[in-house]
């Protein structure tokens, strides 16, 4: 029999783990982010594995590396987020037959049918909230718009 603790146990360790917010535009410059406590540990690992995948029509995993290679600090973390998701839109933008705009008689911007299938918005409208690390060991994004 399976007692109540051991269930509680598990199910917390499949809760995602949370890191504090940071509320960062991804389209700044990721050489001018204004960030509170930019210095301050955020995710105490030397290397993670991060998923990208709003507003992308698939889930796309890059590996980095602290710049420390002992841990990221929420500027490190915010930069890298707003670099890789530059690159990701600039190379679809490359890669689309379906030229950008928006859909007809909305603000939305239209899907395109590049590397990434981006949907729905421009990299102007996105903000990083938090990171999170869910039971699989990979990081993921609250990302607003």
Known sequence: MTSVRTIAAEQKKLQPKTFGNLYVSIATNPDELDIKLPDEKYIDQPSIKLCFNYPLSCDV???FTAPNNQFFTRKDISKIVCETYQKIYD?????TQIPVGNIPNMLNRNKTDGTY?????DIEDLQLNYIYRKSDGIYYMSIDS
């Open 61 to 63: 995993i890059f590996e």
């Open 91 to 95: 190379e679809e933008e490359k890669s």
């Open 117 to 121: 299938g981006i949907w729905g918005h």
